[in-house]
């Protein structure tokens, strides 16, 4: 295994979150980790059902190789004295919603360096738990910096924390988390960042149902599995309507 300098601050953020997950006593299962590259870059593009997918992706994949993921948050976060301390000590990339460019060539410079990065096209949560449209950043920066893709599935991190549904303390103990790890999608520098965004898409969400199909709890009846599995998750449709509400109410709020 190549060794790698070390980064005091990613290390002990590993190892605080490794703390917490044993803590829960989380039940992990991964498949298809031999996928992320051992060395050089790489895209991986995550699904986004809850708020600590990062931190989940970033514990299989330490687990697997040692490699430590590079992840793209915005300038708010940055911004906060400890929270931003933490960020840049670990070497993510901010970005500011206001000048994107830069944080999308400091995100194709971290890749041609050979960091693994961490994104998630969605754009935010599901909380239908379906794979929902993505945007075509992804297959853009994989394409200009010459590496590949890696899908990443996450299934089970949506009962640790989520938006729109309180989660009680002993919830989190003893919860099944499924990780899988897709093959590798080359992108070409002429390839249509659409039709790579779109064969993204259908790959995570393929992912997505056998990790389901797998999954060792029954969903049924449960706010956290989709509808069409028998869970009382809101339909893609119904999420994307409250989504939609949420960001009219939060355009008013700014123009008052």
Same mark, same amino acid.
Do not use: N
């Given at each position: 295994?190549?060794?790698?300098?070390?980064?005091?601050?990613?290390?002990?953020?590993?190892?605080?979150? !490794?703390?917490?997950?044993?803590?829960?006593? &989380?039940? !992990?299962?991964?498949?298809?980790? $031999?996928?992320?590259?051992?060395?050089?870059?790489?895209? &991986?593009?995550?699904?986004?059902?809850?708020? &600590?997918?990062?931190?989940?992706? @970033?514990?299989?994949?330490w687990l697997s190789n040692r490699r430590r993921i590079r992840f793209m948050a915005k300038q708010g976060a940055f911004d906060k004295p400890v929270v931003?301390?933490?960020?840049?000590?670990? !070497?993510?990339?901010?970005?500011?919603?206001?000048?994107?460019?830069?944080?999308?060539?400091?995100?194709?410079?971290?890749l041609r360096r050979g960091e693994l990065l961490g994104v998630f096209p969605e754009a935010g949560v599901s909380s239908s738990f379906t794979v929902r449209e993505l945007k075509t950043g992804a297959a853009r920066l994989?394409? @200009?910096?010459g590496v590949p893709i890696i899908p990443v599935a996450v299934w089970g991190g949506q009962r640790l924390l989520t938006k729109r549904h309180r989660i009680r303390f002993f919830e989190r103990f003893g919860v099944p988390v499924s990780f899988a790890f897709g093959q590798p999608i080359a992108v070409g520098v002429d390839e249509d960042p659409h039709d790579v965004t779109a064969r993204l898409r259908s790959t995570l969400q393929g992912l997505v149902d056998r990790l389901q199909a797998e999954y060792p709890?029954?969903?049924?009846?449960?706010?956290?599995?989709?509808?069409? &599995?028998?869970?009382?998750?809101?339909?893609? $449709?119904?999420?994307?309507?409250?989504?939609?509400? !949420? @960001?009219? @109410?939060?355009?008013r709020d700014r123009s008052e």
């Open positions: 295994m190549t060794r790698r300098p070390s980064e005091p601050i990613y290390s002990t953020a590993i190892a605080a979150g !490794r703390g917490l997950f044993g803590f829960w006593g &989380l039940k !992990r299962t991964v498949t298809g980790a $031999e996928h992320v590259p051992a060395t050089g870059g790489a895209v &991986l593009a995550m699904t986004h059902f809850g708020y &600590l997918e990062f931190a989940l992706v @970033e514990w299989a994949t931003g301390w933490l960020l840049r000590g670990m !070497r993510h990339i901010a970005v500011d919603m206001k000048a994107g460019a830069a944080a999308y060539s400091d995100a194709v410079d971290a994989a394409a @200009e910096a709890v029954d969903g049924a009846g449960h706010w956290w599995q989709p509808r069409h &599995l028998g869970g009382t998750a809101p339909t893609p $449709e119904e999420a994307a309507e409250a989504d939609a509400a !949420r @960001e009219r @109410e939060r355009d």
